[in-house]
């Protein structure tokens, strides 16, 4: 008997929202086994960031290798990566496992806040090597004018940067449409060559919002290790989103940005 092993890369969010905490309540919440390599600490809380410090690039690599050579993952989602010899790391320990395990990149640069949180030469070694090795990358509005170099002000455009990061050499791309507020918000999937598919949500008023990327993120990569295929993963994972919001907007969490509730209705720790 196994526990259904999803690994999260990613930076630590002291205030509990975002980050390896959030993956880690989110792969909980789904009924998966969570572990984690942490790339960075950051001093932050719902109202912003005050520091990041980056784990040393040899300590990332011996936590990878700690938790791939022993609760091997059967789906990997990367998070916060701020320099690009963790970019190296990563590439060459994902490149020694197995080629057949889903890998959701969540291109965190952008905090909720507005704070910057990769260096800028790191987002080239993202895009040339880490791309290719993924199956997934899902950047929000920000995140996908810094990767396409275009201007996002509405949906025309969340498919024309979608269909650019593709040629960038990514398998497939999410563009999360939250930042454009509206009465419904639009994400927009892309996967290779085939046709844009646009999801659509009711727009959910709510000032918890801290950590809803970093969720989303792993709850595709949850839904792909449970079996379902990348589609379906995401539309599941964005119905988990949804009611996260709706069943944390009211809560007060300090005195900024909140997070979602996370475990408004828990699975079991699945077991096969």
């Known amino acids: 008997m196994n526990y259904i092993n999803v690994l999260t890369i990613?930076?630590?969010?002291?205030?509990?929202?975002?980050?390896?905490?959030a993956d880690l309540k989110t792969f909980s919440a789904l009924g998966c086994f969570g572990t984690s390599v942490i790339t960075a600490v950051t001093a932050q809380n719902t109202m912003g960031v005050r520091s990041v410090h980056g784990i040393p690039a040899e300590m990332i690599k011996d936590q990878l290798r700690a938790v791939l050579e022993d609760i091997a993952p059967v789906a990997i989602k990367i998070g916060m990566i701020n320099r690009a010899e963790v970019v190296q790391v990563i590439e060459k320990e994902l490149k020694n496992y197995n080629q057949d395990v889903p890998v959701i990149l969540d291109p965190v640069m952008v905090a909720t806040s507005g704070d910057r949180l990769i260096e800028p030469d790191t987002v080239a070694q993202l895009v040339g090597k880490l791309f290719p090795l993924v199956t997934l990358v899902t950047p929000n509005i920000?995140?996908?004018?810094?990767?396409?170099?275009q201007g996002v002000h509405n949906l025309d455009d969340m498919v024309t940067a979608g269909k650019k990061i593709i040629e960038k050499g990514a398998k497939a791309v999410l563009i999360k449409g939250g930042h454009l507020i509206g009465p419904i918000i639009y994400d927009v999937f892309i996967s290779g060559n085939e046709a844009p598919v646009i999801l659509e949500s009711a727009f959910i008023a709510s000032k918890n919002l801290h950590g809803t990327g970093c969720t989303l993120s792993s709850a595709i990569a949850a839904e792909m290790a449970k079996g379902n295929t990348l589609l379906i993963a995401i539309k599941n994972a964005k119905n988990y989103i949804r009611r996260a919001l709706q069943t944390g907007s009211e809560v007060k969490t300090g005195g900024g940005n909140g997070p979602l509730n996370h475990f408004f209705e828990p699975l079991k720790l699945i077991i096969q």
């Open 10 to 21: 990613a930076g630590s969010d002291s205030g509990g929202g975002a980050g390896i905490q």
């Open 142 to 149: 920000d995140e996908a004018i810094i990767l396409s170099g």
